[in-house]
């Protein structure tokens, strides 16, 4: 089972709470499961976040670690875009509105990153009535 960090900033409590969604998906634990990648999501207008896959957990950095794995630069706008269907990610990168580091022809790298964040991202956008915002959803 993935376990994912408590997180201490809002970034990562967006991510913990979209992630927790699909915790119980056997697609979602095979792609997270060993992947051992850093993740770099700078979103323009807020700060850069690294969420890095180790073994079975899910952790949180705040800052760009040195050693990222795959970067992604985008604009906030751009990234609800894409989550809610009205931006391909491929045109996107074509247009330059977003930029994509690491993946290089590392197709199973990126079919990984698809599939956690923006198949994440996507259901996230889907169904908002889950609160993903929500850190302890109990507490309503």
């Known amino acids: ?6 997180p201490e900033d809002l ?3 967006a991510l913990r709470n ?8 056997k697609e979602f634990y095979t792609n997270v499961h060993n992947w051992n990648k850093k993740v770099v999501l700078d979103i323009k207008s807020f700060y850069p976040l690294t969420v ?3 073994g079975d ?3 949180f950095e705040r800052g760009e670690v040195k050693d990222a794995d795959i970067i992604l630069r985008l604009s906030l706008q751009t990234l609800l875009d894409i989550a809610n ?3 391909d990610p491929l045109s996107a ?4 509105i977003i930029k994509l580091e690491g993946l290089g022809n590392d197709s199973e790298k990126l079919v990984k990153f698809y599939n956690i964040f923006l198949v994440s991202m996507q259901k996230a956008a889907n169904n908002p009535n889950i609160n993903y915002y929500e850190l302890n959803k109990k507490t309503k």
Do not use: N, V
């Open 18 to 25: 979209i992630f927790s969604s699909r915790i119980e998906e």
């Open 52 to 54: 890095i896959f180790e």
């Open 85 to 87: 269907g009205r931006e």
């Open 57 to 59: 957990e899910i952790k």
């Open 93 to 96: 990168a074509g247009k330059g």
């Open 1 to 6: 089972m993935i376990s994912i960090q408590d």
């Open 11 to 13: 970034l990562s409590i």
